[in-house]
């Protein structure tokens, strides 16, 4: 069972990702509606996956998945954002770490993609 992380300060975000999730067969095990909440229950709940908002409040998307990278270099987060337009931001995240890039709002066919991509197998 492939364990799921919703990090989103936006609850219809987090919903559609966890259906869409769901349906490929993975299981949710927490939500957080920042950033910092999201880094806290990575490291209580250890996933096997992150989806992570960039814009939040409280902490930002990429510190959270800075913080996230130092706790743990082996960690899978798919940045998930409206900002992956622009180059800069999609550089900064990946030298960060993010393994995949998903532009809001995602869909299931696009969430497959970006798991695929991890190597996560569905």
């Given at each position: ?13 987090r919903t ?60 899978v987060v ?45």
């Open positions: 069972m492939i364990s799921v992380l919703i990090v989103d300060d936006s609850a219809y975000m559609l990702i966890r259906i869409s999730v769901t349906k490929l067969g993975l299981t949710v095990t927490g939500e957080a509606e920042n950033g910092k909440s999201g880094v806290d229950m990575y490291k209580k709940l250890k996933p096997d996956v992150v989806f992570m908002d960039i814009m939040m409040e409280e902490l930002y998307g990429n510190e959270a998945l800075k913080q996230i990278m130092e706790y743990d270099s082996n960690a798919i940045m998930v954002s409206s900002v992956l337009g622009q180059s800069f931001i999609i550089e900064e995240m990946e030298s960060l770490g993010a393994k995949a890039l998903l532009k809001k709002p995602p869909d299931e066919q696009g969430i497959k993609d970006a798991l695929i991509k991890c190597g996560i197998n569905i």
